[in-house]
Structure formats: structure tokens, C-alpha cells
Nanobody, 115 residues
Framework: QVQLVESGGGLVQAGGSLRLSCAASGIIFGLNAGFWYRQAQQRELVATIPIIGSASYADSVKGRFTISRDNAKNTVYLQMNSLKPEDTGVYYC???????????WGQGTQVTVSS
């Protein structure tokens, strides 16, 4: 059974930082692409880390967010710096067999950025 468990969300002031974690069980993250989405009014793809190649980001977070993967811990991270109120939302981790596939989803973690 595959599980993705997010953690690290919370309340932070604008300009602050948070690091989200997504720990996987039942799959090997090094053999899957990892994704972070956020849901506010609609679901938005925030960051992708492919199996091979460079990470990609939504224009709204470029230069502020960094997605990374620790294969030893089977975990994908999202480092979020210089947070803005518009970054508020529920952040979901996903994993998939390809860069454009999301086969598994986590339960989400709330991020709230106050102005």
C-alpha cells in the first residue's frame, strides 16, 4: 500500500520560510517523479522534480521555492522562502511514474501566510 505523508505546514508571517516534507512508503521516490501542488481557489502545480533532469516551478514561485529529494529518506521536500499571502493554501504532495503522471497523492498540509 502506497502512502505519502506531508508535514511542515503551518502559520507564518509574510517574508518567512517553511519547509514541507513528503515521506513515502510503498514506493521508491527515486524511481518516481515528485510533485507539489497547492489548492486555494483552484489546484495549481507548484513544483516538479523528475526522475532524471531538472526541477521545474510555477512562475509564481520561481526563485523562492526549491523542490528536492532525499533518496535515503525516501522523502521529497519543498523549501519555501520569502513567503507571500498568496502562497496560502493546502499543499499536496504527489508521485508518479512519469513527469506528467500523478499516481499517488498525500492528504495535504495547510500553509497560511499572514500579511
Amino acid at each position: 500500500q502506497v502512502q505519502l505523508v506531508e508535514s511542515g505546514g503551518g502559520l507564518v508571517q509574510a517574508g518567512g520560510s517553511l519547509r514541507l516534507s513528503c515521506a513515502a512508503s510503498g514506493i521508491i521516490f527515486g524511481l518516481n517523479a515528485g510533485f507539489w501542488y497547492r489548492q486555494a481557489q483552484q489546484r495549481e502545480l507548484v513544483a516538479t522534480i523528475p526522475i532524471i533532469g531538472s526541477a521545474s516551478y510555477a512562475d509564481s514561485v520561481k526563485g523562492r521555492f526549491t523542490i528536492s529529494r532525499d533518496n535515503a529518506k525516501n522523502t521529497v521536500y519543498l523549501q519555501m522562502n520569502s513567503l507571500k499571502p498568496e502562497d496560502t493554501g493546502v499543499y499536496y504532495c504527489a508521485a508518479g511514474a512519469g513527469r506528467f503522471r500523478q499516481d499517488y497523492w498525500g492528504q495535504g498540509t495547510q500553509v497560511t501566510v499572514s500579511s
